[in-house]
Each structure stands twice: as C-alpha cells, then as structure tokens.
C-alpha cells in the first residue's frame, strides 16, 4: 500500500524548501530567460529574419519556456539528497516509512512542480513581449514539457545520488545539461543543419522536448512528434527505473 501522508508530507516539504526562496528559484531564472531571449531577438531577429515561417523571438520563446524548465528541474532534484549527504541528514530521507518508489515520487514532483511554475511565470512574461503565445496544441504542450521535466528531474536525482560535493554537481550541469541544451534546437531549426550536427540532434532527446514543446504552442515542429513522445517516454522510462534500483540498493547513500 502507498503511504499517501509520507508521500504527501515530504512533496511539500520539497516544495516549500524552493518556495521560500521564489525569487531565486522560479523568478529569477524566469527573467533570466527572458534576458536570453531578448539578446538572441536583439542580435538575430533584427532584420525580420522569419525562422520556419515565423518570427525569431516566437520561434525561440517555447524552446526557452521548456529549456528552463529542464534546467531547473534538474537544479532542483539534484539539490535534495546531495545536501543530505554532505550535512550528514540523509537519514531524514531514508530512515521515514516510505518506499523507494515514494521517495522517487516525492524528490520528482517537487522537482516537475518548481518546473511548471517557471513555466507559467515566463508565459506571463513572454506573453508582454513578444506577445500573444498560448497553446494551439495543448497536449503537445503538456505532454512535451512534463516528459522534459520529468527526464531532468530524473537525471537530477542521479546526480545526487552519485555525486559527493557541489563540484560533481557542477560538473554533469556544466558537461551535460547546458551542452544539451544549448544544442537542442532552442535558437534555431535543425533544417538548417547538415551531416553530423543534424544526427546528434536527433540523438540529443533534450531536441525532442524542445521539438515538441514548440509544436504545442506553434503548431510547427522539424522532427516527428509521435517519434519524440515514444523517445522521451522510453528515456523516462529507463530513467525512472535506474533511479528506483539505485535508492533501492542503497548506493552511496547508506555507506
């Protein structure tokens, strides 16, 4: 049976952990976006450049919704039990009577909900400037930018479970995440790509979510959507599980 009341208790405490702090966790990265959008319009979209039919900054505006998004998902399940670690109360999440599966549960929602709230506070933003961009494909929107969430919430936890001190942390950030999506499609259109560059962009699955998040708010994509759900949800899949064995068999967390 799922202990719902532990299940619930630590979500919210995962929660209220980030929420205390929102400017620094939801609003700013929030405005941090959208001074990255606003210098990439300033130094591209000046000539009226259309990309993929429309304009630069609506074009990049959605990949920049589900890129921070990821990013902070991560930021934020990679947090938790490293913490934990380092201050020596990793027995507060290990010794309370909650499954493996709760505890995943908990770490990953706390994680997806810090993700959707920077998704609705740059809505607002973009919404002001460039202007008018709300879902034409709802569940494209909603499906894409959960599996995002989720996947990086995923990574994050395994982050924390392997790494020993904030440099760890930093470096799987700074080595992986940023690269990725960086390379993902955020800023432009993988039509223009040719060779190598465009086939790491189909195996990069952060190009999925960008992909296909883009599709719910624009109705346009450059790649396969049933492709990308089936993808990310395989990666989640494998994702979730990996992390499940790992809190399971205890690794690096009860030696």
Known sequence: MINWGGLRALYIKEVRRFFKVQLQT????????FLLLLVFSIAFGRSGKLVMGVPFAV??????????????????????????KMQGTIVDYLMPPLSSGELLSALVGAAVTRAVLICFALMIIVNVWPGHILPVVPWAALYFGLMGACMLAFLGVLTSIWAEKFDHNATVTNFVVQPLSLLSGTFYSIEGLHGAFRAFSHLNPFFYVISGFRYGFLGIADSNIAVGAIVLLGVNAALGILCY??????WKLKN
């Not at 939801?26 to 976006?33: I, T, Y």
């Not at 074009?59 to 934990?84: D, E, K, R, T, W």
């Open 59 to 84: 074009f990049a505006a959605p990949g920049l919704i589900a890129m921070s998004m990821m990013q902070n998902a991560f930021a934020n399940a990679s947090f938790s039990l490293l913490v934990g």
């Open 26 to 33: 939801v609003w700013g990265p929030a405005f941090s976006a």
């Open 245 to 250: 064995g790992l809190i399971r068999s205890g």
